[in-house]
């Protein structure tokens, strides 16, 4: 008799176990998804012009025989031949250091006037003293330094006839001004960065065509890449 009861109770021992394994077998099927990739967070988002002001010059761009900078200045289409600087060949950096130099031109009519052929330098548009090894990133633009610790890098605007000044502009601070660099090798001389900044000046002569305040954004530069 005790035989038979334990036979009986291994049989429904065994019996349970089963159910249950055509529960576990019976249930719906959960997939873990994959995590979101989130996108890497950026400094710098398209723009759309806000300025209804006109009667400003915009200038020659330039052969851009080393690299070009692209753009909306105030609510224009805007371009500039650029290229990298380093101590070898400019005073104002040391051998840590590199610039960015983004030109434009008094060529061909501009203004309802010819200038002609000749490359004659009009704005000078300057980001500076960049460490040779800086980190990809954001940063914001400043007028009196680099400071990559603090997030700052150097930059500078004027407008020219050549080597004499038609009116320097500071930085608004105000607005929203930032560099995001995407890409740096020294080697191949390779620069890809995004940009937009806000000027204003003291010294406007009073006319249309240099305004005393502007604005460049959606700028994108662009220096040794394909």
Not at 25 to 39: F, I
Not at 164 to 176: C, T
Not at 205 to 210: D, I, Q
Request: one cysteine or more.
């Amino acid at each position: 008799m005790d035989n038979f009861m334990k036979l009986i109770n291994f049989v429904l021992f065994v019996f349970v176990i089963l159910c249950l394994s055509c529960q576990d077998d019976n249930s719906p099927m959960v997939t873990e998804e994959p995590p979101t990739e989130l996108e890497p967070e950026r400094c710098i988002n398209i723009e759309e012009a806000t300025s209804e002001a006109s009667g400003f010059l915009v200038f020659d761009k330039g052969l851009q025989e080393n690299g070009n900078s692209s753009g909306i200045k105030i609510n224009k289409e805007w371009e500039a031949s650029s290229s990298l600087a380093y101590s070898d060949t400019y005073h104002g950096l040391d051998s840590t250091q590199f610039g960015v130099i983004n030109l434009t031109y008094w060529r061909g009519v501009i203004g309802g006037y010819d200038y002609g052929e000749f490359f004659t330098t009009a704005e000078v548009f300057l980001v500076w003293d960049i460490p040779l090894d800086v980190p990809m990133g954001c940063y914001s633009l400043s007028d009196n330094e680099t400071n990559i610790a603090q997030g700052l890098i150097d930059c500078s605007y004027s407008l020219n006839h050549d080597d004499q000044w038609i009116a320097s502009y500071q930085l608004d601070r105000s607005a929203e001004n930032h560099i995001e660099i995407i890409k740096y090798d020294q080697e191949n001389e390779v620069f890809v960065a995004k940009l937009e900044a806000s000027f204003f000046t003291d010294e406007n002569p009073g006319l249309p065509e240099y305004p005393d305040s502007l604005r460049f954004f959606n700028v994108d530069i662009v220096i040794g890449a394909e």
